[in-house]
């Protein structure tokens, strides 16, 4: 193994562990994140909604991410979680 592929690999596991990191405080209060994400002014329903899609974006694309021989998809599924819309 290459330099140049363990500093690839490493630096895919541990961006990946930031994003894994995120994901046990969103599912052990799930309600009180569905409840801050409707005080910015969306609708409850789909709050639940949305959190359930970036939990889901979070554990795919870390394992992609981690996995992939070439990241893209991976790095795609983090990049729409930690941008938020303008």
Same mark, same amino acid.
């Given at each position: 193994?290459? #330099?140049?592929? =363990?500093? %690839?690999?490493? $630096?895919? @596991?541990?961006?990946? /562990?930031?994003?894994?990191? !995120?994901? #046990?405080?969103? =599912?052990? %209060?799930?309600? $009180?994140? @569905?409840?801050?994400? /409707?005080?910015?002014?969306? !609708?409850? #329903? ?6 359930? $899609? ?19 998809? $991976? ?12």
């Amino acid at each position: 193994m290459t #330099p140049q592929i =363990l500093l %690839d690999w490493l $630096g895919r @596991v541990l961006m990946a /562990a930031l994003f894994v990191k !995120a994901v #046990p405080g969103k =599912l052990t %209060d799930f309600s $009180g994140t @569905v409840d801050v994400i /409707a005080s910015k002014g969306i !609708a409850e #329903p789909l709050a639940g909604c949305l959190l359930a $899609g970036a939990i889901t974006c979070l554990i795919f694309g870390s394992v992609v991410l981690y996995s992939e021989r070439t990241p893209g998809l $991976g790095r795609r599924c983090c990049w729409c979680f930690s941008c938020p819309p303008h």
